[in-house]
């Protein structure tokens, strides 16, 4: 493919977008070859182990080929899509982008993008490629350019050697980069660290051409060196193809949400002694409240249902008894008793079993705990949940009655404590007042990590909670 005048091809790489994630599939692409791109824009939705994040475009150009089809799982570091940049949009720093052919200019001809050397990606979203070719050395030029600081500490953290001058660090760059939230979002979404970004702005502040220009420096050419051949090697014997019988069988391939809860539920079971306490409690004044809230103006239009009211019943018990609301540390052989509750809901969704959590649920009254609720189950129905919303939990309840579920014992979500699960509400034959009435009943299971939590505390937590589902005064007198 020729390219325009003044025109280079960007490589744009999968990021890291879960903190860790090696890998992402390609569920839907919102572009094709020909289409024009502007910053900033989605071009593609990825499902990541955690969630489905959609991935924007960092810069103007048109696209030139989507090197995998929806569908494929692909590394983070590989380059997924080709965007032709003209010129001008081209970033600065003395870092010049990737191109398909050399530039006519005899004296600095321009070399087509490094491929990379098999090296492990430094920064999140931007590692190499994987050819076996490096680039010969561009000529340095009489002044060091404006990114000349970043291309060294990039440099640095991808194992090459920097320039022999020594360039001095600023005292500015022992500072909080300087950079307003849009920059720092932009930086973030991009793996650039702000601290390696060499300012243009007034007064020392960063722009986004400067992030730009940092982008550009991760993905400078290297100097060319050839790679010795590599022996031959006989090719392994294929293996031979599984055959099962497809009208009586179907198989499913074990990927992204699933395969991340697999493997979390599996390193948690055989990591963290299980205990699991049930308690089988008369409900019927907690339906009565909650019937009388959907009534109240102060919850007009928020999502008010029994699962509201128990996790308002389990915050005050965690408020009455914090050692429950802990972790285990286990390089320290420190137990970590938070003094926070990010309230963990479990979900099912489409994609698998995830689990965000509400931040501060300890800190929230009860409309704004119903908000939140709302907002995290239709976020998670509608499969939009950001990692973010995944991490940091530390007390989980899962709802196993909705499907009809009498209880369970659950699996603690790793890094957690405490797990509640909640069975069906139905009406019970129940002694009430000395004589057996219909009563709403439902049994709760506290399952909860016997290294740091004793049986005594378990008991104390789930009881409290069973205590206020019984008598739901009890959320104003002890909270």
């Not at 572009?31 to 990825?46: F, K, L, R, S």
Request: hydrophobic share 40%.
């Amino acid at each position: 493919m020729t390219t325009m005048t003044n025109a280079s091809v960007r490589e744009f790489k999968m990021p890291d977008v879960g903190e860790g994630l090696t890998e992402a599939e390609i569920l839907k692409w919102y572009v094709q070859p020909g289409d024009t791109v502007t910053d900033g824009q989605v071009v593609c939705e990825v499902e990541t182990a955690k969630a489905a994040v959609e991935l924007p475009i960092p810069y103007d150009g048109v696209v030139r080929a989507l090197h995998f089809p929806e569908g494929t799982t692909v590394d983070v570091g590989t380059s997924i899509i080709a965007v032709e940049v003209a010129g001008g949009a081209a970033p600065a720093a003395g870092a010049p982008a990737a191109e398909t052919e050399p530039a006519p200019a005899p004296q600095e001809p321009q070399e087509p993008k490094a491929e990379g050397s098999g090296r492990q990606p430094v920064l999140v979203g931007y590692g190499v490629a994987t050819s076996a070719t490096r680039r010969r050395p561009r000529k340095a030029a009489p002044a060091a350019p404006a990114g000349q600081a970043a291309v060294s500490v990039q440099a640095e953290l991808n194992g090459r050697t920097p320039a022999p001058e020594p360039v001095a660090e600023p005292a500015a760059a022992r500072q909080r980069p300087l950079a307003k939230p849009p920059v720092r979002k932009l930086a973030k979404d991009l793996g650039i660290d702000l601290a390696t970004v060499v300012p243009t702005g007034p007064d020392g502040i960063i722009t986004r051409e400067d992030v730009h220009a940092a982008v550009s420096a991760t993905q400078a050419p290297e100097p060319e060196v050839q790679a010795p051949a590599p022996a031959p090697v006989a090719p392994a014997a294929a293996p031979a193809p599984v055959s099962y019988d497809t009208a009586r069988e179907t198989r499913i391939p074990v990927k992204g949400v699933r395969k991340a809860t697999a493997a979390a539920m599996v390193g948690s079971a055989f990591t963290a002694p299980h205990v699991t306490e049930f308690v089988t409690v008369d409900v019927t004044r907690t339906m009565k409240l909650v019937e009388e809230l959907k009534e109240d103006k102060e919850f007009s239009g928020l999502r008010v249902n029994p699962l509201l009211l128990i996790a308002k019943a389990l915050l005050v018990a965690i408020r009455r008894n914090p050692e429950i609301n802990a972790s285990w540390d286990e390089a320290a052989q420190e137990i970590v008793v938070k003094h926070y509750v990010n309230l963990g809901i479990a979900a099912a969704t489409p994609r698998g079993l995830i689990v965000p959590n509400i931040k501060d649920a300890h800190a929230k009254t009860l409309p704004q705990l119903a908000e939140s609720l709302g907002e995290l189950v239709s976020t998670a129905r509608e499969g939009k949940t950001s990692p973010s919303a995944m991490q940091g939990g530390t007390v989980t309840i899962t709802n196993v009655g909705v499907f009809g579920v009498d209880t369970g014992t659950p699996i603690l979500n790793p890094g957690e404590s405490a797990i509640l699960a909640v069975g069906a509400i139905k009406p019970q034959p129940w002694v009430h007042k000395g004589k057996v009435k219909p009563r709403q009943v439902t049994t709760l299971a506290l399952s909860f990590d016997h290294r740091l939590v004793d049986g005594e505390l378990g008991s104390k937590v789930l009881a409290d909670v069973a205590a206020i589902l019984e008598q739901p005064k009890r959320l104003i007198t002890w909270a």
